[in-house]
C-alpha cells in the first residue's frame, strides 16, 4: 500500500506569549533572600519514554542553572497539578512551569498566581483561555505542524484505498488535539485514505497495545497505525506481532517523538516514519525562568528545528542517541 519512507521530519517550537501594552504592566516573581531562583515545576507524570527525558533534561539542567527546584509528579491528573500550583504559590516560589495534562480548566489557579505576583511559565503543552495575561510564557512544539508531517508522509507513499487506525494521547490534551487535527487537515486532500478507528491509549505503551487488540479484532482491513507518541505505536507492536501479522510490512506505523526505543524500531524497519519532538527543554525553561523573574522581555514565538530520520538516519545517530 506504501511506497519505500523517504524521509522524517519535525519540528518543535519555542513560543512565548507576553501580555500586551507597554511601560511595564507586568508582574514578576522574586528571588529568595539568597539570591536563589526558585521554581515551582509541575510534571505531567511519568507516562512515556519521553517524559521520562523530559522530566530529567529539566532537573539536571535547574541544577546547572542554580535554580533551586521544588517538582510534582501529577500522575496524568489535572488535580494533582491544581495542588501543586497551589503549594507553589504557598512556598512563594520565584516562579511555577508546568505542562498541563490537559488543555482547559486553568483560569481559578493561574488568576491566584498572577495576585500572588509569581510568574508562570507553561511548557512541552498550552492550555485554552482567552486570558493570556495568566502566564508569561509558552515553551513547546507545534503539534499541528507534527500531525500535518505526518500526514504528508502518508499522503506521500499511499497508493489505492488506505485504512488507518488512529492512537490518540490523552483525551483533551494538546498534542492529542493538534497531532490529530494536522493528520486530518493532510490527509483530507487524498479520499482514498479513511481513518476507520480512533481511540486513546493514553500515550502509555500498554494503553497502545490494548486499543491495537481491540482494533485488531473490530477492523477487517487495517493498513496504517497512526500513534499520537512511539510508546503507543510500541505496544501497537507488541500487539501486531501477537496477531501473527508483521508490522513496518504487513501494516505500516507513524508515530511521533523519536525517542531510543522509538528509533531501534524505525531503524530495525517495525515502524515506517517518526516525527520528531524534542524533550529537551530544560536549558530553554531555565534561561526563560530567569529573564520572566527579572522582568526581561521574552520573545513571542522562537521555532527550534529539529532533524529528520529515515531508517538508515536512525540507526546512524542511535548510538549517540540522548533519549
Same mark, same amino acid.
Given at each position: 500500500?506504501?511506497?519505500?519512507?523517504?524521509?522524517?521530519?519535525?519540528?518543535?517550537?519555542?513560543?512565548?506569549?507576553?501580555?500586551?501594552?507597554?511601560?511595564?504592566?507586568?508582574?514578576?516573581?522574586?528571588?529568595?533572600?539568597?539570591?536563589?531562583?526558585?521554581?515551582?515545576?509541575?510534571?505531567?507524570?511519568?507516562?512515556?519514554?519521553?517524559?521520562?527525558?523530559?522530566?530529567?533534561?529539566?532537573?539536571?539542567?535547574?541544577?546547572?542553572?542554580?535554580?533551586?527546584?521544588?517538582?510534582?509528579?501529577?500522575?496524568?491528573?489535572?488535580?494533582?497539578?491544581?495542588?501543586?500550583?497551589?503549594?507553589?504559590?504557598?512556598?512563594?516560589?520565584?516562579?511555577?512551569?508546568?505542562?498541563?495534562?490537559?488543555?482547559?480548566?486553568?483560569?481559578?489557579?493561574?488568576?491566584?498566581? =498572577?495576585?500572588?505576583?509569581?510568574?508562570?511559565?507553561?511548557?512541552?503543552?498550552?492550555?485554552?483561555?482567552?486570558?493570556?495575561?495568566?502566564?508569561?510564557?509558552?515553551?513547546?512544539?507545534?503539534?499541528?505542524?507534527?500531525?500535518?508531517?505526518?500526514?504528508?508522509?502518508?499522503?506521500?507513499?499511499?497508493?489505492?484505498?488506505?485504512?488507518?487506525?488512529?492512537?490518540?494521547?490523552?483525551?483533551?490534551?494538546?498534542?492529542?488535539?493538534?497531532?490529530?487535527?494536522?493528520?486530518?487537515?493532510?490527509?483530507?486532500?487524498?479520499?482514498?485514505?479513511?481513518?476507520?478507528?480512533?481511540?486513546?491509549?493514553?500515550?502509555?505503551?500498554?494503553?497502545?497495545?490494548?486499543?491495537?487488540?481491540?482494533?485488531?479484532?473490530?477492523?477487517? =482491513?487495517?493498513?496504517?497505525?497512526?500513534?499520537?507518541?512511539?510508546?503507543?505505536?510500541?505496544?501497537?507492536?507488541?500487539?501486531?506481532?501477537?496477531?501473527?501479522?508483521?508490522?513496518?510490512?504487513?501494516?505500516?506505523?507513524?508515530?511521533?517523538?523519536?525517542?531510543?526505543?522509538?528509533?531501534?524500531?524505525?531503524?530495525?524497519?517495525?515502524?515506517?516514519?517518526?516525527?520528531?519532538?524534542?524533550?529537551?527543554?530544560? =536549558?530553554?525553561?531555565?534561561?526563560?525562568?530567569?529573564?520572566?523573574?527579572?522582568?526581561?522581555?521574552?520573545?513571542?514565538?522562537?521555532?527550534?528545528?529539529?532533524?529528520?530520520?529515515?531508517?538508515?538516519?536512525?540507526?546512524?545517530?542511535?548510538?549517540?542517541?540522548?533519549?
Amino acid at each position: 500500500m506504501l511506497k519505500k519512507i523517504t524521509t522524517v521530519a519535525s519540528v518543535v517550537l519555542l513560543s512565548a506569549l507576553t501580555a500586551c501594552g507597554s511601560g511595564g504592566g507586568g508582574s514578576t516573581g522574586s528571588s529568595t533572600p539568597g539570591g536563589t531562583t526558585t521554581m515551582g515545576f509541575a510534571q505531567v507524570g511519568a507516562e512515556s519514554g519521553w517524559r521520562t527525558a523530559n522530566t530529567k533534561s529539566i532537573q539536571d539542567e535547574a541544577k546547572a542553572a542554580g535554580i533551586d527546584l521544588k517538582f510534582s509528579d501529577a500522575q496524568q491528573k489535572q488535580e494533582n497539578q491544581i495542588k501543586a500550583i497551589r503549594s507553589y504559590i504557598q512556598q512563594k516560589v520565584s516562579v511555577i512551569a508546568f505542562s498541563p495534562v490537559v488543555e482547559t480548566g486553568w483560569d481559578t489557579v493561574l488568576l491566584e498566581a =498572577k495576585r500572588a505576583n509569581i510568574p508562570v511559565i507553561l511548557t512541552d503543552r498550552s492550555i485554552d483561555s482567552d486570558d493570556t495575561s495568566l502566564y508569561k510564557t509558552f515553551l513547546g512544539s507545534d503539534f499541528v505542524e507534527e500531525g500535518r508531517k505526518a500526514g504528508d508522509w502518508l499522503v506521500a507513499n499511499a497508493s489505492g484505498p488506505t485504512n488507518v487506525v488512529e492512537l490518540q494521547g490523552t483525551t483533551g490534551a494538546a498534542p492529542a488535539n493538534d497531532r490529530k487535527k494536522g493528520f486530518e487537515e493532510k490527509i483530507a486532500s487524498k479520499p482514498d485514505i479513511k481513518v476507520v478507528a480512533s481511540q486513546t491509549g493514553d500515550f502509555t505503551r500498554s494503553g497502545g497495545k490494548q486499543v491495537m487488540e481491540a482494533f485488531l479484532k473490530s477492523q477487517p =482491513k487495517i493498513d496504517v497505525v497512526y500513534a499520537h507518541n512511539d510508546d503507543m505505536g510500541l505496544g501497537a507492536i507488541e500487539a501486531i506481532k501477537a496477531a501473527g501479522k508483521v508490522p513496518g510490512k504487513d501494516i505500516k506505523i507513524i508515530t511521533v517523538d523519536a525517542v531510543k526505543d522509538g528509533m531501534q524500531a524505525l531503524a530495525n524497519g517495525e515502524i515506517n516514519y517518526i516525527v520528531e519532538c524534542n524533550p529537551l527543554l530544560g =536549558k530553554q525553561l531555565m534561561d526563560l525562568a530567569k529573564k520572566v523573574v527579572a522582568g526581561e522581555q521574552v520573545p513571542e514565538r522562537v521555532v527550534t528545528e529539529e532533524g529528520t530520520f529515515t531508517q538508515e538516519q536512525a540507526k546512524a545517530v542511535l548510538p549517540q542517541r540522548q533519549y
